[in-house]
């Protein structure tokens, strides 16, 4: 298993404002993963981070909106850009194991809330 | 387009009942299932993997089961807690992709 933190745990932002999250693994990882859980709803995958490439993004997400830093194979950013109350989210950073069976893991999640 | 159903979205049992979390899938072309428990604001707690090629798992007082042929999987809850109160979200895995797909989940409440 891996074990994950995310900074911050919470915050409440004004709109118009960019907030960057913060993911850190206690082990080197190829794949980090961010997630979205909007209020009521499931997670949604915003974006994959592999260490040394761009992001590749899921339909509906953008990189000027979401964009995501990886610099090493531990850490990794997530900024949410130009906030509206829209965006007001869990945001969850995971991983997958280095079993071969594709287990997933998440961290503890950032509740983002947008006034 | 793939999709994940569960089934209740709440439920409500009395403390020490057995009871069971259902989770439906569109495609039998499934990687893997994963279960997670999620505590009110917080992240995924990691519960079970079955992988496409095994039929359960178990882990204590859980059991998990797959059965690609009717896109099905159940989580089975023996012996409830009130510590089991949380919602229980299943997610799909499919080869070729990292992404999971997410049920809404199952609202727990067990009560003492």
């Known amino acids: 298993s891996a074990v994950i933190s995310q900074k911050p745990s919470r915050d409440i932002c004004q709109r118009g404002t960019s907030l960057t999250i913060q993911c850190q693994v206690d082990?080197?990882?190829?794949?980090m993963f961010w997630y979205r859980q909007q209020p009521g709803q499931s997670l949604t995958l915003i974006a994959t981070?592999?260490?040394?490439?761009?992001?590749?993004?899921e339909s509906g997400f953008v990189i000027d909106k979401f964009p995501i830093s990886r610099p090493n194979l531990t850490f990794s950013t997530l900024t949410v850009s130009n906030m509206s109350p829209e965006d007001s989210s869990i945001y969850l950073c995971?991983?997958?194991?280095?079993?071969?069976?594709?287990?997933?893991?998440f961290g503890p999640g950032t509740r983002l809330t947008v006034t | 387009k793939q999709e994940v159903t569960q089934i209740p979205a709440a439920l409500s049992v009395p403390e020490g009942e057995n009871l069971v979390l259902n989770c439906s899938f569109t495609d039998s072309a499934i990687y893997n299932l994963q279960w997670f428990r999620q505590d009110p604001g917080k992240g995924l707690t990691s519960l079970l993997l079955i992988q496409s090629s095994q039929r359960e798992q178990t882990s204590g007082r859980l059991n998990a089961s797959l059965d690609k042929s009717s896109g099905r999987s159940t989580l089975y809850i023996a012996a409830s807690q009130p510590g089991d109160s949380a919602t229980y979200l299943c997610a799909a895995g499919w080869a070729g992709s990292y992404q999971l797909t997410f049920g809404k989940g199952t609202k727990l409440s067990v009560i003492p």
């Open positions: 082990s080197q990882v190829t794949m």
């Open positions: 981070a592999n260490q040394g490439s761009e992001a590749t993004y």
């Open positions: 995971s991983v997958e194991g280095d079993s071969s069976g594709g287990e997933q893991y």
